[in-house]
């Protein structure tokens, strides 16, 4: 794994510290990848990280890596379904999935999210950060 890489999933594990102190139950940690594991950047560095979570926080965390595919038409009905879910943070990645996840967040804002590699389009409005 080059620097960079290191990099980009350390990055992901300190998500994590953000998160308020942990209660009795687990707290949820989602990561989407949409696309497919395997690739040597992005998705592999993320699901790397969601690894470096659980190895952190053990007991105190449940992590799932859910790959939904490259298939856009796929993307918002995945991450509804993920917003419906009980996990308390939903992170994924990549430009092509900023306007998803900025459409989703607005209809649930009592969810938690993180995109990396992009950002929302926060200029529209309706967020709460």
């Known amino acids: 794994m080059t620097q960079l890489s290191r990099r980009r999933a350390l990055a992901l594990a300190t998500i994590a510290l953000s998160m308020p102190a942990f209660a009795e139950e687990p707290q949820k940690v989602l990561l989407l990848i949409n696309g497919a594991l395997g690739d040597k950047s992005f998705f592999d560095s993320a699901a790397h990280g969601i690894d470096l979570i659980k190895e952190k926080y053990g007991d105190a965390v449940e992590t799932q890596v859910l790959e939904i595919g490259a ?7 995945a991450l509804l379904d993920a917003s419906d879910g009980d996990w308390s943070l939903i992170i994924a990645g990549t430009y092509s999935m900023a306007e998803t996840i900025g459409e989703v967040a607005k209809q649930y804002p009592d969810k938690r999210y ?8 926060y200029e529209e409005g309706g967020f709460d950060i």
């Open 71 to 77: 298939d856009p038409t796929k993307w918002e009905p």
């Open 114 to 121: 993180v995109i990396y590699d992009a950002s929302v389009p």
